[in-house]
């Protein structure tokens, strides 16, 4: 049997589009095998987190209620007693929504705790996270906003203390070399000028020690009055009670808090309306330290802002009378590190800090 000369280009032919075909309906079958897989993701992951979203289980509580509720009214409209026990029982349906949807929403109050924490500068403070819904997520991003901050404070800490530490040496020397210069109005000034550096950096190491916590009090049998009458002087008036208990106390750093109020007292005071008074009475089993002065006060809006680090509420008179905005931070870092506050008000006239040691 004779084939015609083309039958083979005709096979040829039609395999190639059946090869063709395969080709095509590989691809479809692979196109919509992947759709499918990525809407079935899509589902899952829609699923799951609806699962764990509080708007979810508020949905099926009030689905739940609508429906207890409805079958309970239906059930009372035959029966003529119906009334005294589908009121009870939709009253009873309704406080265990009401008791559901409170545990839901319960966490809210951490994240206030946890907020008005964070507002008072108590990083290491941490929000419980109950619920893998928006308010656990909502938790886990609070803290992990407190962590860093914490790190960026305690590098902040780090390099102070690091400056400060590398500024005494250069300092030291200087002043050296200030002292061998012959005398003069010049030397002086240059030694008044170091002085301040030096104190400067005192403080700022004191401070940065007592808010990064790794300094320990030396705790002594302390007398709060001695301490006060330490601080006697022209301008100053002490009013002490009698019989005040002794107190376990940092006694360095007590000194150091007692002579920054005293000095700042005295900076600020007008001494044509009163002396400087500083006075200390039993309070509570404790002991209240007052330092008051007769000046021009604070302004009520920079109250809230006071013993800050650096902050003075009129940077050109602290200047020029001497202050660089530190006292009342390390007045407020001695207070919080013996387990009490620092109280500042206006006192009309003058103003007044206070610290309450137990």
Not at 109 to 126: D, I, K, P, T
Not at 187 to 207: F, K, P, V, Y
Not at 237 to 253: F, S, Y
């Amino acid at each position: 049997m004779k084939h015609h000369p083309y039958d083979h280009r005709w096979r040829e032919h039609c395999e190639r589009r059946q090869k063709k075909r395969a080709q095509r309906f590989s691809r479809d079958r692979a196109w919509r095998w992947r759709a499918h897989e990525r809407w079935h993701q899509r589902w899952h992951r829609q699923r799951a987190q609806f699962k764990h979203s509080l708007g979810a289980r508020l949905i099926a509580v009030f689905l739940v209620l609508a429906v207890a509720s409805s079958v309970i009214l239906w059930g009372a409209m035959g029966n003529p007693y119906g009334l005294l026990w589908a009121v009870p029982a939709v009253l009873l349906v309704t406080g265990c929504a009401f008791g559901a949807i409170r545990h839901m929403v319960g966490p809210l109050h951490a994240l206030a705790v946890g907020a008005e924490a964070f507002g008072r500068g108590q990083f290491s403070h941490r929000v419980p996270v109950i619920h893998r819904d928006e308010i656990g997520d909502l938790a886990t991003r609070f803290n992990q906003m407190a962590a860093d901050i914490q790190a960026m404070l305690d590098g902040k800490r780090a390099l102070l203390l690091a400056i400060s530490h590398e500024l005494r040496s250069p300092l030291t020397r200087a002043r050296l070399h200030a002292e061998m210069v012959g005398e003069g109005e010049s030397r002086d000034a240059l030694l008044d000028e170091l002085a301040q550096m030096r104190d400067l950096i005192t403080a700022l190491l004191e401070s940065e020690r007592l808010g990064s916590g790794h300094s320990a009090l030396q705790l002594v049998d302390c007398d709060l009055a001695e301490l006060a009458r330490e601080q006697a002087q022209p301008g100053v008036v002490l009013h002490i009670e009698a019989d005040l208990p002794t107190l376990k106390l940092d006694r360095l750093r007590v000194q150091l808090l007692l002579r920054n109020l005293v000095h700042n007292a005295l900076r600020h005071n007008d001494s044509a309306r009163g002396d400087v008074q500083v006075s200390l009475r039993q309070e509570g089993g404790g002991v209240r330290l007052c330092v008051r002065d007769f000046g021009a006060g604070v302004p009520p809006e920079a109250l809230a802002q006071l013993g800050q680090p650096f902050y003075r509420p009129d940077a050109a008179r602290s200047r020029h009378e001497g202050g660089v905005g530190l006292g009342l931070c390390l007045c407020r870092l001695v207070a919080e590190a013996h387990g009490s506050g620092l109280a500042l008000r206006n006192a009309s006239p003058g103003f007044e800090a206070s610290v309450r040691f137990s």
